[in-house]
């Protein structure tokens, strides 16, 4: 059995469209769950409806901590045919994590071939920490050749609770995947997927799985918002940017010419 989980790795808002809460009611269920730390991947601006440049960009308006709970503002992007993301070139350095995931909207189910190659690519792009919901029989994957590009490039694997009822047919395959990430030593981060208050940090599903796989806990992200934060950091992600802070200094330096001509 695993200590508790103080971490949600992925999370979205009704700012997509296909969710009912605020970020505000999402980080108070949180907390009532015990969550420390949520990861606010909202979808990437290639899904239909998906949230604009701006809505992105300006994310630094939001405190690093809402109801007592560290929000990481990132992006799920989706990965598109030609290997690439929708993550906008002006965001990359903004986002404090990105998740990448493919999605029927922007990456019909292919080959298997087609869709290992596409994961590869998003392992492959440095701004990318970990791919979520590999386990989704829609997408016949390889996952060894996926897990080993996720060690060379020092990601993340997601092991997505929602999966495990959204996307049917999931449970063996994310068995498998924790297996395979126990074998080749990758860390994996469990996220509820949540679109609705109430699921957010809720794992039963997931955390299951990772326990008949027998997966080591010291692999699993969630137990300490501490690791993410370091994995996030060591990467030199923008942790904790907030423009209310930027103000300060402008007020200071103005405080100070004012003296100056007093
Ligand atoms: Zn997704
Ligand atoms: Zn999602």
């Not at 029989?137 to 020092?154: C, F, G, L, M, S």
């Not at 423009?243 to 402008?250: G, K, Y």
Request: aromatic share 10%.
């Amino acid at each position: 059995m695993y200590k508790d989980f103080k971490v949600d790795g992925h999370i979205h808002t009704f700012e997509c469209g296909h969710a009912y809460n605020t970020i505000t009611e999402m980080a108070k269920a949180g907390k009532e769950n015990g969550m420390e730390l949520i990861c606010w991947t909202e979808h990437g601006p290639g899904l239909p409806n998906g949230s604009t440049f701006s809505f992105f960009n300006n994310m630094r308006v939001i405190p690093p901590e809402i109801e007592g709970v560290r929000v990481l503002k990132g992006m799920e992007a989706n990965i598109l045919p030609n290997g690439k993301l929708d993550l906008y070139k002006n965001l990359r350095n903004k986002m404090e994590v990105v998740s990448a995931s493919l999605h029927n909207a922007t990456f019909p189910p292919q080959s298997k071939e087609e869709n290992t190659e596409a994961v590869i690519s998003a392992l492959q792009n440095p701004y990318v920490d970990y791919v979520c919901h590999l386990g989704n029989p829609r997408y016949p994957i390889d996952y060894e050749t996926v897990i080993k590009e996720a060690k060379k490039n020092n990601k993340i694997i997601e092991i997505n609770n929602g999966s495990f009822y959204i996307r049917k047919g999931s449970k063996d395959n994310c068995i498998n995947i924790a297996e395979l990430c126990k074998k080749h030593d990758v860390p994996v981060i469990v996220g509820t997927d949540a679109h609705w208050s109430g699921a957010v940090g809720r794992f039963p599903y997931a955390r299951k799985a990772l326990e008949i796989a027998e997966f080591p806990e010291e692999l699993i992200m969630n137990t300490d918002p501490q690791k993410l934060l370091n994995y996030l950091e060591a990467k030199g992600k923008p942790l904790g940017q907030y423009r209310e802070d930027e103000a300060v200094d402008i007020f200071d330096d103005f405080d100070n010419e004012e003296e100056a001509n007093a």
